[in-house]
């Protein structure tokens, strides 16, 4: 049996989804609640909401890695500086 393409998994998905959701048990549709928002953030502006990223926490190895490339960078150029006058 051949491989199924994404498509066709994911009409397949689709009708299963829409299948469902019209052979429902209950006659009556059901509505969402709204979402609960409380005080405190309805007088937040959007932006204090979202979450702040400390990216010294986050990437710590990688200034060690940065100062190891300048290390070795630096070293190269040197030798090849040295390697001009001598050859």
Do not use: C, H
């Amino acid at each position: 049996m051949a491989k199924k393409s994404r498509r066709t998994r994911r009409q397949e998905a689709e009708k299963q989804k829409k299948s469902g959701a019209t052979s429902s048990a209950s006659p009556v549709a059901e509505t969402p609640a709204p979402p609960i928002v409380s005080e405190v953030e309805a007088d937040q502006p959007a932006v204090s909401r979202s979450k702040s990223v400390n990216f010294a926490q986050e990437y710590f190895y990688v200034y060690n890695e940065v100062r190891n490339i300048l290390i070795v960078a630096g070293l190269m150029l040197v030798v090849l500086f040295g390697l001009a006058f001598v050859i």
